[in-house]
Protein backbone atom coordinates (compact mmCIF):
# COMPACT_ATOMS: atom_id res chain seq x y z
CA UNK A 1 0.00 0.00 0.00
CA UNK A 2 2.61 2.48 0.81
CA UNK A 3 4.17 2.14 -2.73
CA UNK A 4 0.76 3.51 -4.12
CA UNK A 5 1.05 6.78 -6.29
CA UNK A 6 -2.12 9.45 -7.15
CA UNK A 7 -0.71 8.31 -10.39
CA UNK A 8 -1.25 5.05 -9.67
CA UNK A 9 -4.82 4.85 -7.92
CA UNK A 10 -6.31 7.80 -9.43
CA UNK A 11 -7.57 5.75 -12.69
CA UNK A 12 -8.52 2.92 -10.63
CA UNK A 13 -10.51 5.13 -8.81
CA UNK A 14 -11.99 7.41 -11.99
CA UNK A 15 -12.83 3.88 -13.73
CA UNK A 16 -14.44 2.30 -10.60
CA UNK A 17 -16.33 4.84 -8.76
CA UNK A 18 -16.38 8.08 -10.66
CA UNK A 19 -17.26 6.75 -14.02
CA UNK A 20 -19.30 3.82 -12.17
CA UNK A 21 -21.99 6.82 -10.55
CA UNK A 22 -21.79 8.71 -13.79
CA UNK A 23 -20.91 11.44 -11.59
CA UNK A 24 -19.68 13.83 -14.73
CA UNK A 25 -23.40 13.67 -15.26
CA UNK A 26 -24.34 15.45 -12.49
CA UNK A 27 -24.33 19.06 -11.61
CA UNK A 28 -21.45 20.74 -9.81
CA UNK A 29 -20.65 19.40 -6.36
CA UNK A 30 -23.67 16.43 -6.74
CA UNK A 31 -21.01 14.00 -8.52
CA UNK A 32 -18.15 15.11 -5.97
CA UNK A 33 -20.89 13.88 -3.47
CA UNK A 34 -22.03 11.03 -4.91
CA UNK A 35 -18.44 9.51 -5.56
CA UNK A 36 -17.12 9.82 -1.88
CA UNK A 37 -20.19 7.81 -0.72
CA UNK A 38 -19.47 5.22 -3.55
CA UNK A 39 -15.90 5.14 -2.22
CA UNK A 40 -16.31 4.28 1.11
CA UNK A 41 -20.19 2.80 1.40
CA UNK A 42 -20.13 0.92 -2.07
CA UNK A 43 -21.78 2.10 -5.18
CA UNK A 44 -25.47 0.53 -5.57
CA UNK A 45 -25.41 2.06 -1.65
CA UNK A 46 -24.41 5.62 -3.18
CA UNK A 47 -26.69 5.77 -5.88
CA UNK A 48 -29.61 4.36 -4.04
CA UNK A 49 -29.13 6.76 -1.72
CA UNK A 50 -29.56 9.68 -4.51
CA UNK A 51 -32.39 7.77 -5.36
CA UNK A 52 -33.89 8.13 -2.35
CA UNK A 53 -32.94 12.11 -2.40
CA UNK A 54 -34.86 12.52 -5.45
CA UNK A 55 -37.67 10.50 -4.37
CA UNK A 56 -37.61 8.06 -7.16
CA UNK A 57 -37.78 4.51 -7.52
CA UNK A 58 -34.34 2.80 -6.17
CA UNK A 59 -32.34 0.22 -8.07
CA UNK A 60 -29.01 1.33 -7.30
CA UNK A 61 -28.30 1.80 -11.15
CA UNK A 62 -27.65 5.58 -12.65
CA UNK A 63 -29.88 5.68 -15.21
CA UNK A 64 -31.70 8.09 -17.53
CA UNK A 65 -34.41 9.05 -14.70
CA UNK A 66 -31.62 9.67 -12.27
CA UNK A 67 -29.58 12.03 -14.41
CA UNK A 68 -32.66 13.35 -15.54
CA UNK A 69 -34.00 14.18 -12.09
CA UNK A 70 -30.48 15.37 -11.03
CA UNK A 71 -31.60 18.26 -13.72
CA UNK A 72 -34.39 19.84 -12.15
CA UNK A 73 -33.29 20.45 -8.65
CA UNK A 74 -30.83 23.07 -7.29
CA UNK A 75 -27.52 21.22 -7.10
CA UNK A 76 -27.45 22.79 -3.20
CA UNK A 77 -30.76 21.50 -2.38
CA UNK A 78 -29.50 17.94 -3.51
CA UNK A 79 -26.24 17.80 -1.80
CA UNK A 80 -27.85 18.56 1.28
CA UNK A 81 -30.55 15.69 0.69
CA UNK A 82 -27.72 13.21 -0.23
CA UNK A 83 -25.29 14.23 2.59
CA UNK A 84 -28.20 14.02 5.16
CA UNK A 85 -29.49 10.49 3.74
CA UNK A 86 -26.01 9.27 4.09
CA UNK A 87 -26.05 10.39 7.50
CA UNK A 88 -28.92 8.40 8.42
CA UNK A 89 -27.67 5.48 6.65
CA UNK A 90 -24.05 5.78 8.46
CA UNK A 91 -26.12 6.23 11.75
CA UNK A 92 -27.97 2.92 11.68
CA UNK A 93 -24.89 0.07 12.25
CA UNK A 94 -24.06 -0.39 15.80
CA UNK A 95 -20.65 0.73 15.51
CA UNK A 96 -22.18 4.47 15.14
CA UNK A 97 -21.04 5.15 18.97
CA UNK A 98 -17.55 3.82 17.63
CA UNK A 99 -17.31 5.72 14.74
CA UNK A 100 -19.86 8.09 14.40
CA UNK A 101 -17.71 11.09 15.08
CA UNK A 102 -15.44 10.57 12.17
CA UNK A 103 -17.89 9.53 9.69
CA UNK A 104 -19.78 12.70 10.52
CA UNK A 105 -16.67 14.65 10.36
CA UNK A 106 -16.21 12.93 7.20
CA UNK A 107 -19.75 13.77 5.83
CA UNK A 108 -19.54 17.79 7.03
CA UNK A 109 -16.39 17.76 5.14
CA UNK A 110 -17.55 16.44 1.75
CA UNK A 111 -20.74 18.65 2.29
CA UNK A 112 -18.67 21.40 2.91
CA UNK A 113 -16.64 21.07 -0.09
CA UNK A 114 -19.65 20.01 -2.28
CA UNK A 115 -21.48 23.16 -1.31
CA UNK A 116 -18.50 25.48 -2.74
CA UNK A 117 -17.75 23.42 -5.44
CA UNK A 118 -21.70 24.19 -6.62
CA UNK A 119 -21.58 27.83 -5.68
CA UNK A 120 -18.76 28.53 -7.94
CA UNK A 121 -17.89 25.63 -10.49
CA UNK A 122 -14.14 25.54 -12.20
CA UNK A 123 -14.03 24.68 -15.72
CA UNK A 124 -11.77 21.06 -15.92
CA UNK A 125 -9.80 23.03 -18.25
CA UNK A 126 -8.81 26.19 -15.60
CA UNK A 127 -6.30 24.12 -14.17
CA UNK A 128 -4.98 27.13 -12.31
CA UNK A 129 -8.26 28.40 -10.59
CA UNK A 130 -8.75 24.52 -10.13
CA UNK A 131 -5.48 24.19 -8.14
CA UNK A 132 -6.36 27.14 -6.09
CA UNK A 133 -9.78 25.99 -5.26
CA UNK A 134 -8.70 22.74 -4.36
CA UNK A 135 -6.28 24.13 -1.85
CA UNK A 136 -8.86 26.56 -0.56
CA UNK A 137 -11.13 23.74 0.21
CA UNK A 138 -8.47 21.42 1.71
CA UNK A 139 -7.97 24.38 4.08
Known amino acids: ?47 IGLQRAFKVAHDGAPGPLTLATAATHKPADLIDALCDGRLSFLRAPSTWPRFGKGRARLVKAVRKAALAIAA ?17 IAA
Open 120 to 136: EPVAPTDSAKCLAYCKR
Open 1 to 47: MKALTVATVAPIYRRNYWDAVQADALPPGLGYVLFDFAVNSGKKRAV
